[in-house]
């Protein structure tokens, strides 16, 4: 019964930014490493971000230095600063658990498009 639900995409520029928002309706994942994946078309899904319940982070090498996820306080949301983007950041994107075992149905993503 647990629910994802992924906001803020949008259409924007080369150059411009995003932020996307996560809610977790289960406060379980609090305690979970979450992360941010994306899916382009004709593509495997991929993890692009993860923070863990203390505030590490990771980041795949494609979005490293230009993206930044973060928890609230409250351990219920999760968000992606997205800058600098890039046309090949076109992609539905999802938050979820990035611990393999702990992954949830999957939300209905939020669409980014970036126009070149």
């Known amino acids: 019964q647990a629910q994802l639900v992924e906001s803020g995409g949008g259409l924007v520029q080369s150059g411009g930014s995003l932020r996307l928002s996560c809610a977790a309706s289960?406060?379980?994942?609090?305690?979970?490493?979450m992360g941010w994946y994306r899916q382009a078309p004709g593509k495997q899904r991929e993890l692009v971000a993860t923070i863990s319940s203390g505030g590490s982070t990771t980041y795949a090498d494609s979005v490293k230095g230009r993206f930044t996820i973060s928890r609230d306080s409250a351990k219920n949301m999760v968000y992606l600063q997205m800058n600098s983007l890039k046309p090949e950041d076109t992609a539905v994107y999802y938050c979820?658990?990035?611990?393999?075992?702990?992954?949830?149905?999957w939300g209905q993503g939020t669409q980014v498009t970036v126009s070149s």
């Open positions: 289960r406060s379980s994942f609090s305690i979970y490493r």
């Open positions: 979820n658990a990035a611990v393999a075992t702990m992954i949830a149905p």
